[in-house]
């Protein structure tokens, strides 16, 4: 009795283990079927979200818009040379002794006449060479209060101020003009926030700007090419001096030196 149970068991055994190995051997037939050898290709990674914001096209779009507006400006500015004023005893003595406060630099004169161009220059320097031009400088009148002159250019039919336009409100990004050897540069500076500034040196509130950047005596551009105004520094702080202000001091410089052009 013992042994046939035994043998009984032993069949149900071996027959369960060889059900369990057909299962199994069934389930990897078809799952060969099912899932086939997956490829393993090494994918690049994905773009950054901010990548797609500034793409290339839009950097070019920007170089070709200031080129186009520096090509635009280029007739109604000049680069002057300027460098450190002579003492006025060593004028009177004769000697070529000058004031080493400040050495020689290149500045950008706007045209507001055809043949006058307004220059910043600051205290202790003046106007000494007109870039690419043989003629002498010939310094029409200066203020030294607001550190700007008026100097006489080669005729032109370029040399009108747009007194009239619409306060340069902000968040805009402007051309800031400078000058080099080789010319004026045009350069992009993002202006965000502005407001009303008063400055000492002037009679009328300016334009101030919040961007640390921009050079002191640099002119400022929008892409289509109006004036926006001349930047003047005041230690960290920078104003824009607009149209409208600078055809006033225009006038003014005019009435003392007694010409009109």
């Known amino acids: 009795m013992t042994n046939g149970l035994q043998e009984r068991w032993g069949r149900e055994t071996r027959l369960l283990v060889l059900i369990v190995v057909v299962s199994l051997a069934v389930l990897l037939i078809l799952a060969r079927f099912r899932f086939p050898a997956a490829r393993l290709d090494v994918a690049p990674p994905a773009p950054s979200p901010l990548a797609n914001l500034v793409s290339r096209a839009a950097f070019e779009e920007l170089s070709e818009a200031m080129a186009s507006t520096a090509n635009q400006i280029a007739p109604r500015v000049v680069v002057v040379r300027i ?24 500045a950008l004169g706007l045209r507001v006449r055809p043949d006058l161009a307004l220059v910043r220059v600051p205290a202790g320097m003046i106007p000494t060479e007109l870039i690419d031009s043989t003629q002498p400088v010939e310094i029409v009148a200066a203020d030294s209060k607001r550190e700007i002159a008026l100097i006489r250019l080669p005729p032109s039919g370029d040399g009108t101020i747009e007194t009239v336009t619409e306060p340069f409100a902000g968040f805009a990004y402007l051309g800031e003009a400078t000058a080099t050897r080789d010319g004026l540069t045009l350069q992009p500076v993002f202006i965000g926030r502005t407001g009303t500034r008063p400055h000492e040196r002037w009679p009328a509130a300016l334009t101030g700007v919040d961007n640390a950047s921009v050079s002191d005596g640099s002119l400022l551009f929008t892409i289509e090419g109006r004036l926006i105004g001349l930047a003047v520094r005041d230690g960290a702080s920078v104003a824009v001096v607009p149209p409208p202000m600078i055809e006033t001091a225009v006038v003014e410089l005019l009435s003392v030196s007694g010409g009109a052009s």
């Open 83 to 106: 460098g450190p004023a002579r003492s006025s005893s060593a004028a009177r003595a004769g000697r070529g002794a000058v004031d080493h406060t400040n050495g020689p630099r290149l």
